[in-house]
């Protein structure tokens, strides 16, 4: 009898070694609990809703609380590689938070993050505005401030609610893939979201200067200047930068 190449298998399913399945434990007992914080937070969320509460310090806003803070963020909401997320570190999603504040004091300023949650949940933390608002395709961002939230994707460039229309006074932007395409629709939003004298920050990749310098290239979107701010942007090879669109924007993050 001629053996086969099956006859040698012994009918058990191959064995990892340990150390690989401690690293698999760990990662699923990391995602584990960080669905059990996001299944938490749309409880709390309905719950606010249903009773209709507002406690101290609230948004001001029925029925919702205050937006958590980018460490809670980070734990609760993992990053969809397919939608190209990676989250800013803490530190400087609070810094750029701090910049923003400085450059549109006012309470009342209408400002837009799109494709931007770190940014937006550490603005919103620190410096809750009624008039904030986060375009993203990502729907789980609904959870956090259901007001604040707007549906946008980015291959539907002319689909947003008709009253943001003229209505910002700053965008903060990030763009999700690094590519000439995806800046274009940006922009064909941006052109009509943005007030005539809006200010433009943009956080991406340095390999998409010649891009940033064709495209962005007149008011309210440009001319854009690379700043000094340092980003901190996790898990990515490529340099990151920040542009202002801004007279004097180069010195934004200045230390």
């Known amino acids: 009898m001629i053996n086969s190449p099956r006859?040698?298998?012994?009918g058990s399913p191959p064995s990892l070694n340990?150390?690989?399945l401690a690293l698999l434990d760990d990662f699923l007992s990391s995602k584990a609990e960080e669905e059990q914080r996001f299944q938490q937070l749309m409880a709390d969320r309905e719950a606010g809703h249903v009773a209709g509460l507002q406690a101290d310090g609230s948004t001001g806003i029925?029925?919702?609380?205050d937006i958590m803070d980018v460490d809670e963020y980070r734990l609760a909401f993992s990053e969809d590689w397919q939608l190209s997320q990676f989250w800013y570190s803490t530190s400087f999603a609070n810094r750029l938070a701090g910049l923003i504040g400085e450059i549109e004091p006012s309470p009342n300023a209408s400002i837009a993050f799109v494709c931007a949650?770190?940014?937006?949940?550490?603005?919103?933390?620190?410096?809750?505005?009624?008039?904030?608002?986060?375009?993203?395709v990502?729907?789980?961002?609904?959870?956090?401030?259901?007001?604040?939230?707007?549906?946008?994707d980015l291959n539907e460039p002319d689909s947003f609610p008709a009253e943001?229309?003229?209505?910002?006074?700053?965008?903060?932007?990030?763009p999700p893939f690094l590519n000439e395409v995806t800046n274009a629709k940006l922009i064909q939003t941006l052109r009509q979201i943005l007030k005539p004298t809006a200010k433009l920050i943009l956080v991406t990749s340095t390999s998409v200067?010649?891009?940033i310098a064709k495209l962005y290239d007149a008011p309210p979107l440009g001319p854009m200047r690379k700043t000094e701010l340092m980003v901190e942007h996790g898990q990515l090879a490529n340099d990151f930068a920040c542009w202002g669109s801004w007279d004097g924007a180069e010195i934004f993050g200045r230390q």
């Open 164 to 174: 943001l229309k003229g209505s910002f006074d700053l965008a903060i932007v990030d």
């Open 117 to 136: 949650p770190t940014a937006f949940v550490a603005f919103q933390n620190l410096y809750p505005r009624p008039q904030t608002r986060l375009l993203e």
């Open 209 to 211: 200067e010649d891009v």
């Open 62 to 65: 029925r029925g919702e609380k």
């Open 138 to 152: 990502d729907q789980r961002f609904a959870v956090l401030t259901p007001s604040h939230y707007v549906p946008y």
């Open 18 to 20: 340990p150390a690989t």
């Open 7 to 10: 006859s040698d298998l012994s």
